[in-house]
């Protein structure tokens, strides 16, 4: 179709072209001009076929469960519905989006698409593990894609039954995330031959957290699994007077977890304390200098009043070998983290040394001529691999900037 187009626009700007040519003879400038046009259109034609569009999918028989966003409204999931071979296949993906750990906090969320499917947009772009072709996704492409957004603030965890009139906050992810589950097993996942569990950063931390509670509520002879992607994040010190666990104590105390049993819960954010215990087989990929951990946990603006760390956060190639040492470090400490996770051929990893964060839903990461690679493998291959059980993978890269396949995050 795009190279239907491209021929009618050359034709079109070339007959354009000519009728100047005859008045004006600055043929050869238009010419340029046609050639800039037909560059631009061919990137968006390329930007078309790598990703498109999913409407949204309001759950308002939730509300009556009081399965509510922070601000009261419906949860809300785009799905693109399985076909052929796949259509008894789910992966079932929750968005991320950070964390509200007081009151204030989430009053600023609120109002937000991360707190009231009322400002969310009406679609979504499906790209990387969520295309409908196989070129781009060729072990998901057919199953049953679905996007659970976030609005709880909290990994989809918390169930309070009381909500303050003065703030009007409801702390019910729990309830979300079983509302949304009971739906979709009553749409045909009640049928699945395989079902995955997945989530980026806040929802790679929902993928474990839920894991083997997502196992439980599917019928016993669907293949189950889950995975993580940017969702390993490691109790590490913000500051001198402060750390993650400090951070995760103050969520949980107004947001109780309900779901979750555990002697010391705010220990259970942690991947690192608590994945060993999964008995449903899981894959964690994450990159060793995961863009969102050094910028809020390794550096964040909290233990840099003086902005020594702004360029490095913004872009890995501007960080002195002061600061490299400093990575190098963290890294060190996010791979002791990842001891808990044995090698039984149930668990995957994925752990390249680059500089971003969520890998699975970009196109140019997830499946590409010039995707991340492991073992000269691409993120794609590694996790369908892994689940149809086609090969093991638990790889762990080389330290920066020894990967030259990465695609480091350049941000604003």
Request: hydrophobic share 40%.
């Amino acid at each position: 179709m795009c190279l239907i187009w491209l021929a009618c626009i050359y034709v079109q700007l070339s007959e354009v072209a000519a009728h100047i040519y005859t008045y004006n003879r600055s043929y050869h400038a238009v010419e340029g001009m046609m050639r800039v046009c037909i560059v631009l259109v061919g990137l968006l034609c390329l930007l078309s076929i790598e990703a498109y569009e999913v409407g949204l999918t309001f759950l308002d028989t939730a509300v009556a469960q009081g399965a509510v966003c922070l601000d009261g409204s419906a949860p809300a999931y785009h799905m693109d519905k399985g076909f052929d071979a796949g259509i008894d296949n789910w992966l079932v993906f929750f968005e991320g989006g950070g964390w509200c750990n007081n009151v204030t906090n989430c009053l600023a969320r609120r109002d937000t698409r991360l707190g009231s499917s009322k400002q969310m947009l009406t679609t979504e772009t499906f790209s990387g593990m969520f295309h409908n072709k196989p070129k781009y996704n060729p072990d998901f492409y057919n199953w049953n894609r679905i996007k659970v957004r976030y609005c709880d603030g909290a990994s989809f965890t918390g169930d309070v039954e009381e909500v303050d009139p003065k703030t009007n906050l409801h702390f019910r992810g729990a309830r979300i995330f079983r509302a949304v589950i009971e739906d979709l097993l009553a749409k045909g996942m009640k049928n699945a031959t395989n079902a995955m569990l997945a989530g980026c950063s806040a929802g790679g931390l929902t993928s474990i957290l839920h894991c083997d509670n997502f196992r439980s509520l599917l019928p016993a002879n669907t293949t189950v699994k889950c995975l993580s992607d940017a969702g390993f994040f490691i109790n590490a010190r913000l500051s001198e007077q402060v750390t993650l666990k400090a951070f995760m104590q103050m969520l949980l105390r107004h947001i109780f977890v309900s779901s979750l049993h555990f002697e010391n819960e705010s220990c259970v954010f942690f991947p690192q304390n608590m994945v060993q215990y999964i008995e449903t087989p899981i894959f964690l990929i994450n990159a060793a200098y995961d863009s969102w951990q050094v910028k809020n946990i390794l550096a964040p603006g909290v233990a840099d009043r003086k902005g020594t760390w702004r360029d490095c956060k913004l872009d890995i190639t501007k960080c002195s070998s002061a600061q490299l040492n400093i990575l190098q470090g963290y890294r060190q400490e996010f791979l002791k983290a990842l001891t808990g996770f044995d090698n039984s051929p149930s668990r995957g990893m994925f752990i390249n040394s680059c500089y971003s964060h969520c890998q699975t839903g970009i196109q140019e990461t997830w499946l590409r001529n010039d995707s991340p690679l492991l073992s000269n493998t691409t993120i794609a291959k590694a996790v369908g691999d892994w689940y149809y059980e086609r090969a093991t993978f638990q790889k762990i890269d080389c330290p920066y900037p020894c990967d030259k396949t990465c695609h480091n995050r350049v941000f604003e």
